[in-house]
């Protein structure tokens, strides 16, 4: 069996849950049950949610400790579950969340743990998970060794959510008998990752249009403002944007900064370096404007326009807005 470990907040499933999904269903080949479990408080909405994929079944484990992310007590929790239920693998989508509290729980089951993996193989009858290494240079694959389960985290955008099946009908869903005592948090819950008023997890997003240096100067950002609002898309940049302090370091999109899979993924003035690029191919629609047409980012574009984003993007705006 495989167990999915879904992400909600609030009663909102993170949409990377239905991506970690996919890759579980492509590791089953379809003839290994996947199970998906979502941890929290008053889940029952986000499990009939995920009741609607092609699963053996959902399992909810509803504590009020688990109502606000601590890592102390989801590491509890998952570990009890995990052992109860004593799957082959434990799949999660690799979110900020998940960095924060899984590698805690592979070291409580004592288990192998393999992150942001890109891509499911086999290798000798056994299964091979992909994963980028020194900034996306590289790529591993990787074969976990030792007892199972084994935990492996899927890179955002890697899988696509749209990709997951569906069942004909609603996948039971059954409460697990798992009890978490407030004795074992030892934080003070916060609200993570708002370090800055405007923090953002563009992880999210549907929409992005994301600016490169080819804005040239900090007043220009507002450029990419207008077009971003024209699409009702949110705003993000590469890393050397951020770095010159035009934009919030949370909206830096790449190796050092977030991965993203939006719909659309509109590009402007960003050549397409490979640290940039492994952290938006995974985007649905790829539209790259830049005036060099031997960018690299044109070879992972589904629509490119080479031209000056000065006069590109007015002109977008413009005919967006009619």
């Known amino acids: 069996m495989i167990l999915v470990i879904a992400e909600q907040k ?3 499933l993170n949409r990377a849950t239905w991506e970690a ?15 998906v479990a979502v941890l929290g408080e008053g889940v029952s909405g986000v499990a009939g949610e995920l009741a609607a994929a092609d699963v053996a079944e959902v399992l909810t484990v509803d504590q009020p400790v688990l109502g606000r992310y601590t ?3 989801f590491v509890h929790a998952a570990a009890a579950l995990v052992t109860a239920q004593a799957p082959a693998h434990v799949l999660l989508a690799h979110t900020y969340q998940t960095r924060d509290f899984v590698p805690g729980l592979a070291a409580r089951l004592d288990r192998a743990l393999v992150t942001d993996v890109i891509a499911i193989k086999s290798a000798a009858g056994q299964a091979a998970f992909a994963r980028p290494m020194f900034q996306g240079k590289l790529v591993a694959d990787v074969v976990l060794e030792g007892p199972a389960p084994h935990l492996v985290t899927v890179q955002i955008g890697a899988f696509r959510a749209d990709a997951v099946r569906k069942g004909s009908t609603a996948a039971p869903v059954s ?11 030892r934080q003070a819950p916060e609200s993570p990752f708002q370090e800055a008023k405007q923090a953002v997890d563009l992880s999210q ?3 992005i249009v994301a600016v490169g240096r080819g804005i040239k100067a900090q007043e220009n950002i507002a450029v990419a403002q207008q077009l971003a609002g024209a699409f009702g898309a949110e705003l993000a940049a590469s890393r050397p944007i951020c770095d010159n302090g035009w ?3 949370e909206r830096q999109i790449g190796s050092s900064g977030q991965t993203v899979a939006p719909k659309l993924y509109v590009a402007i003035g960003i050549s397409g370096a490979i640290q940039h690029l492994v952290g938006m191919k995974g ?12 960018a690299p980012i044109f070879e992972i574009a589904d ?3 080479t031209g000056d984003l000065f006069e590109v993007a007015p002109a977008l705006i413009t005919e967006l807005k009619k």
């Open 10 to 12: 609030d009663g909102k």
């Open 21 to 35: 999904i996919a890759a579980a269903q492509q590791l089953s080949a379809g003839s290994v049950p996947v199970k």
């Open 71 to 73: 890592a102390d007590a």
């Open 175 to 185: 409460v697990a008998a798992i009890a978490v005592d407030p004795s074992v948090v």
């Open 205 to 207: 997003a549907e929409r």
């Open 247 to 249: 934009l919030p370091m």
């Open 283 to 294: 985007s649905r629609t790829i539209v790259a404007i830049n005036k060099d047409a031997e």
């Open 303 to 305: 629509y490119g326009i």
